[in-house]
């Protein structure tokens, strides 16, 4: 049950970090902004990959059983750490790296709304955890379609967290709307 938590933190531990290093550099998405250096890059693709891991065991061993989430839900937390793992590893650099880091990134990126959605529709969790689901999912989809909009490229990073930080916020809920229980 701590791994899924501890996943989301160590993600927010490196977000933090890598926003606060390289905090004087306007790079318009995340990706970018780590594979700025080669340090930066290294950490990002660790930290993805091992959050990704620890995650995909907590879903696996706990979260899916306890909210008694379809198969489809497996099958698109499969696909969504498999992308995360090439988005990890292969920087947003140029050329086909970037073509393929950005078409994985995107990936991963749809597949977290029907994920929140399926988590959201669980039997297993109350109304009201429902209810707030929904609005962090109403907050998911305004960030996407407003990413598509921003005119300032810089602030698409802060989009990008956000977006992430919304389905990390629905795992955790349920999680501890589980524990209290």
């Known amino acids: 049950m701590i791994l899924g938590p501890l996943a989301i933190l160590l993600s927010w531990l490196m977000f933090g970090y890598v926003f606060y290093t390289m905090r004087h550099l306007r790079h318009p998405t995340f990706s970018k902004l780590a594979a700025s250096a080669k340090q930066t890059y290294l950490l990002f693709a660790v930290c993805l990959s091992v959050s990704g891991i620890l995650i995909y065991i907590f ?34 650099t140029k ?64 989009y990008q967290a956000a977006y992430i930080m919304c389905f990390h916020i629905i795992i955790l809920t349920t999680t501890f709307s589980r524990v209290v229980d």
């Open 59 to 92: 879903m696996l061993k706990w979260f899916i059983n306890e909210f008694a989430l379809p198969t489809l839900f497996t099958v698109l937390a499969t696909l969504a750490i498999t992308v995360q793992f090439v988005t990890a590893w292969v920087p947003d």
């Open 95 to 158: 050329g086909w790296k970037h073509r393929l880091h950005h078409e994985a990134a995107w990936t991963e990126a749809w597949l977290l709304m029907p994920m929140a959605l399926l988590i959201s529709a669980s039997p297993n969790i109350s109304i009201l955890i429902q209810a707030w689901c929904a609005l962090v999912i109403l907050i998911m989809l305004f960030l996407v379609l407003s990413s598509y909009k921003i005119t300032n490229e810089s602030r698409f990073v802060y």
